[in-house]
Nanobody, 131 residues
Framework: QLQLVESGGGLVQPGGSLRLSCAASGFSLDKYAIGWFRQAPGKEREGVSCISSSSGMTNYADSVKGRFTVSRDNAKNTVWLHLSSLKPEDTAVYYC????????????????????????WGQGTQVTVSS
């Protein structure tokens, strides 16, 4: 009933771009910080980017700074992750997750995140970067 749904993944050449969407169903995102995570085959899940619920504060992993951009429109109940200058090492399943806490209006967290630290997780969308 309450879920997040990612979309927009696909096969892209190195240097290409994609826009991933994360849409909430059954609840409003206006009080939730949103994190984007990814997991490649044989590797641990890593935080990619996040955005607070209202202040516009964002965080990015060092590996994607300057290439990825996170944005949101609470009126549309949707969060986006723009991926550009894609590299083969960006290949992974990308997940969005929603967290509400007392700090969520002004901060979001990416590092040392346990799965249960976020309240909702999407099913993921595959991004493959290959020539």
């Amino acid at each position: 009933q309450l879920q997040l749904v990612e979309s927009g993944g696909g096969l892209v050449q190195p240097g290409g771009s994609l826009r991933l969407s994360c849409a909430a169903s059954g609840f409003s995102l206006d009080k939730y910080a949103i994190g984007w995570f990814r997991q490649a085959p044989g590797k641990e899940r890593e935080g990619v980017s996040c955005i607070s619920s209202s202040s516009g504060m964002t965080n990015y992993a060092d590996s994607v700074k300057g290439r990825f951009t996170v944005s949101r429109d609470n009126a549309k109940n949707t969060v986006w992750l723009h991926l550009s200058s894609l590299k083969p090492e960006d290949t992974a399943v990308y997940y969005c997750a929603a967290e509400t806490a007392y700090w969520s209006g002004t901060y979001c967290r990416l590092e040392y995140v346990r799965r249960y630290d976020y309240d909702y997780w999407g099913q993921g969308t595959q991004v493959t970067v290959s020539s």
